[in-house]
C-alpha cells in the first residue's frame, strides 16, 4: 500500500478496464481500486462528475465497465483524521530488531492500516513516514495485524523477504501468540482455578457491519483458543489466552459466549463506558527456527500495561 499516496488530498487515479472486470458496476469497480474509500463515497464522486469513461463524463454510478475502457476519476480526500497528531506513534520504540523487521508495540485505540476516513493516525501510515528509507520499494509492510482496540506486540516487516516469510508464517499457523486479558466477572465459573489450560472450540459467523460483528454459530467457520485464568474476582478476572486459528475477533467473540467478555470491549461487553479502553494485549510471539533465518525459536515480548493491578480490589 503507498500510504504516501494516501496522504495526499487529492490525486487522479486512471487506468484501462481488464477483461476479469467486464460488466461490472463503475462505483464497485472503482472502489475495488481504492482502498481508503467505501463504495458509498466513489459513488459520490460520480455523481459530482470527478469520473470519466473514454473522455466523457461518467452518467451513473451503476453505469456497466466495459473491457477496454479508459477510467479516469479525480480523488477528493478528506479523512477524518487530517490534523491527527502523529508524534507518538513516530516515536515508538523499537523493542526488538533483526534483519529486515523489526518488532514493536501497538498502543490500544490505534488501527494498523489505513482505511475508510481514517488515513493519517495510522500504524502502518507512522511506519512508513519513519522506516520508508530503511525499508525496500513499497515497505514497510505488517505480516500479520491487531483489532484497533487491542494493543500489544506487532511484528513489521523491512523487506520483501521478510515480509514474505513472516506472512506465509502467519497463514500456515507456525507463529504462536499469547495474550492477557482482563474479562467482567469471577471466570472461575468456567476456567479452572489451578490454571489449566482449557480448549474453547466455538465457529464464529459473521453477525453484522458496521463495524463488523461476530458471533458463535454452528454453522460458521471453525476457531480455536487455548484459556487459562490467571486470577479470578467478583468484578473482574485476568485471563492469558492464545488464539490457535486466526479469525477476526476470535478472542473476544469467545470470551463474551461464555459470559465474560473483555472489559470495555465496545461490541462485546454491555457494561463498557464510552472512552474506556478495551482490556486485551498482546504480550508475546514465538516465532519457529528458520522463519527469519534464526537457527533457534524466536521469542519477543512485552508486558502487558497495568490492567491487572489497576483492578487489585477486584481480582485475587
Known amino acids: 500500500m503507498d500510504v504516501r499516496r494516501l496522504l495526499e488530498p487529492e490525486e487522479e487515479l486512471a487506468f484501462r478496464v481488464g477483461p476479469a472486470e467486464q460488466g461490472m458496476r463503475l462505483d464497485r469497480l472503482l472502489a475495488r481500486r481504492l482502498p481508503f474509500a467505501s463504495r458509498t463515497r466513489v459513488a459520490g464522486w460520480i455523481r459530482a462528475g ?42 515508538l520504540p523499537v523493542l526488538a530488531r533483526g534483519a529486515g523487521w523489526l518488532a514493536l508495540e501497538k498502543p490500544a485505540g490505534v488501527p494498523c492500516h489505513p482505511a475508510g476516513n481514517e488515513i493519517k493516525r495510522t500504524l502502518l501510515t507512522a511506519l512508513t513516514l519513519a522506516y520508508a528509507a530503511e525499508s ?29 516469510q513472516l ?11 499469547f495474550y492477557r486479558a482482563r474479562v467482567r466477572g469471577d471466570a472461575s465459573a468456567v476456567l479452572p482455578r489451578d490454571g489449566a489450560e482449557i480448549s474453547l ?14 458471533r458463535v454459530d454452528a454453522a460458521g467457520t471453525s476457531a480455536h483458543t487455548r484459556a487459562a485464568l490467571l486470577r ?15 479469525r477476526q475477533h476470535q478472542l473476544r467473540v469467545h ?20 472512552g474506556e479502553r478495551m482490556w486485551l494485549h498482546a504480550c508475546a510471539l514465538e516465532l519457529p527456527a528458520g522463519v527469519l533465518g534464526n537457527t533457534a525459536p524466536l521469542q519477543l515480548e512485552t508486558p502487558p500495561p497495568p490492567f491487572e493491578a489497576s483492578a487489585e480490589r477486584s481480582l485475587r
Open 50 to 91: 470527478r469520473a470519466r469513461v473514454d473522455g466523457a463524463p461518467a452518467e451513473r454510478a451503476s453505469s456497466a465497465a466495459h473491457s477496454g475502457q479508459w477510467v479516469e476519476l479525480r480523488i477528493e480526500k478528506r479523512a477524518r483524521d487530517t490534523n491527527a497528531a502523529l508524534d507518538d506513534l513516530l516515536a
Open 136 to 164: 525496500d520499494p513499497g515497505g514497510p509492510w505488517l505480516p500479520h495485524r491487531l483489532d484497533r482496540a487491542t494493543s500489544g506486540l506487532m511484528l513489521v516487516a523491512l523487506s520483501r523477504e521478510a515480509q514474505t
Open 167 to 177: 506472512s506465509a508464517a502467519f497463514a500456515r499457523g507456525a507463529v504462536r501468540r
Open 201 to 214: 472450540r466455538f465457529p464464529i459467523a459473521r453477525c453484522g457491519d458496521r463495524p463488523p460483528r461476530f
Open 232 to 246: 479470578a474476582g467478583g468484578e473482574a478476572s485476568a485471563v492469558a489466552l492464545e488464539p490457535v486459528t486466526g
Open 255 to 274: 470470551l463474551a459466549h461464555l459470559g465474560h467478555p473483555i472489559a470495555g470491549d465496545p461490541i462485546y461487553d454491555p457494561a463498557a463506558v464510552a
